[in-house]
């Protein structure tokens, strides 16, 4: 995707503005984190918020090398924090962590209490949902649906072709729909509100 000039907030970032830096965190980070809790990390240790904190750190050290408007940077950045988690990944299976049964221990005393809510947020089951399915359709929904990035955005930070994101989109959408009509009546009856509403990626800017 070709970048345009750099806009006012990227050229006072680079000028090392602690204003314009604090705009950038506040525009792209929340989306950023919650794009990420969609991926599969394959490690119940790793924290989307150590992948976030380490994608804002390479950022600033390699804002100079960087051209283009804060729509841009968002891209960009994503590519970074995409970097991390792969890394992240990497290193996790090697470590190989996993949640430790209690063996009967009280289980106050190990902090594996049930929450008493009794209850999965909506977020919480699209987000497991979404972790589920085939590493590059995860990915390519966690764009479009999540972070609401175009077809040329996602295909950037993904380093694949435009056509194989709309073929991953549809891909993982029809899976997410078909697992839906199973698992958003059991969701109901916990009391969660299950919504997923997308577009085809044909019809994303």
Known sequence: MTRRPDDEVVGRAK???PEAWRV???QQTP???????????GDAAVDSDD????????????????????????????????NVALTTQARSARRATRPVDCNGADPVLWGTAADPAGT????????????????????????IDLA??????????LGISRAAVRVS??????????????EAPNAHEAGASVKFSVQPASEVS
């Not at 989306?31 to 990390?41: D, F, N, V």
């Not at 999965?120 to 764009?143: H, K, Q």
């Not at 989109?169 to 199973?182: A, E, N, P, T």
């Open 169 to 182: 989109h549809h891909r993982g959408i029809s899976r997410l729909r078909d697992q839906l009509s199973v």
């Open 51 to 82: 992948v976030v904190a380490s994608a804002w750190l390479t950022a600033s050290r390699r804002i100079l090398e960087f051209t283009g408007t804060s729509a841009d940077f968002a891209g960009w950045l994503f590519t970074i924090a995409r």
């Open 15 to 17: 000028s090392g503005d």
């Open 120 to 143: 999965v947020e909506g977020v919480d089951l699209a987000l497991a949902l979404i972790r589920g399915l085939p590493r590059r359709e995860s990915e390519v929904v966690a764009c």
């Open 31 to 41: 989306r950023l984190r919650i794009w990420l809790r969609a991926l599969p990390t």
């Open 148 to 157: 609401g990035f175009d077809i040329a955005t996602t295909a950037e930070v």
């Open 24 to 26: 950038l965190y506040q």
